[in-house]
T-cell receptor, first 110, second 113 residues
């Protein structure tokens, strides 16, 4: 059974600090990795995707992938109250099924 | 550029009834995937349609079926509704089976009473 694991939180981070969200996956053959943000009552919104080992930066967001450790993370710099949401990690396994974690609730403290 | 659209927004059905949900993908996308999201959970993959065929399926019973039309839009049908089918149903579109990023529609909130 392919799995994607995330700490459910809530993760509380002071405004202006760095929020660090983590995700592990079980299928070593997984090809692509995604982070989605989901506000309560809304659908998921894609914020980052990464395919290769290393870091990918987009504005205040950095995704980090380590395939050897089967680990992907998301860093949010200069956290804002509007970043308070649930962050979903998703993995495209080798059979093209996309598996989501249960999400981490992030709360930015003003 | 129109994003992913879904209809209806909300739906209330009774146990045993059947429901059809609809999705139009983002312009230029050819693949539609359907997900079920229960409260407090991540989206669960139901199935994926590409070139009008079901290409992948998650662990959902045959009561869940779908269709993709030549214009890439898609329907999700659920027969013999259970109370446990109450959830947010999400449609996501992508290019070529979702190996690149996929984008979600606003979802359909289904309540089964």
């Amino acid at each position: 059974q392919k799995e994607v694991e995330q700490n459910s939180g809530p993760l509380s981070v002071p405004e202006g600090a760095i929020a660090s969200l983590n995700c592990t996956y079980s299928d070593r053959g997984s090809q692509s990795f995604f982070w989605y943000r989901q506000y309560s009552g809304k659908s998921p919104e894609l914020i980052m995707f990464i395919y290769s080992n290393g870091d990918k930066e987009d504005g205040r967001f950095t995704a980090q992938l380590n395939k050897a450790s089967q680990y992907v993370s998301l860093l949010i710099r200069d956290s804002q109250p509007s970043d308070s949401a649930t962050y979903l990690c998703a993995v495209n396994a080798r059979d093209d099924k996309i598996i989501f974690g249960k999400g981490t609730r992030l709360h930015i403290l003003p | 550029d129109a994003g992913v659209t879904q209809s209806p927004t909300h739906l209330i059905k009774t146990r045993g009834q059947q429901v059809t949900l609809r999705c139009s993908p983002k312009s230029g996308h050819d693949t539609v995937s359907w997900y079920q999201q229960a409260l407090g959970q991540g989206p669960q993959f139901i199935f994926q349609y590409y070139e009008e065929e079901e290409r992948q399926r998650g662990n959902f019973p045959d009561r869940f079926s779908g269709h993709q039309f030549p214009n890439y839009s898609s329907e999700l049908n659920v027969n013999a509704l259970w109370l446990g089918d109450s959830a947010l149903y999400l449609c996501a579109s992508s290019l070529y089976r979702g190996r690149d990023e996929q984008y979600f529609g606003p979802g359909t909130r289904l309540t089964v009473t």
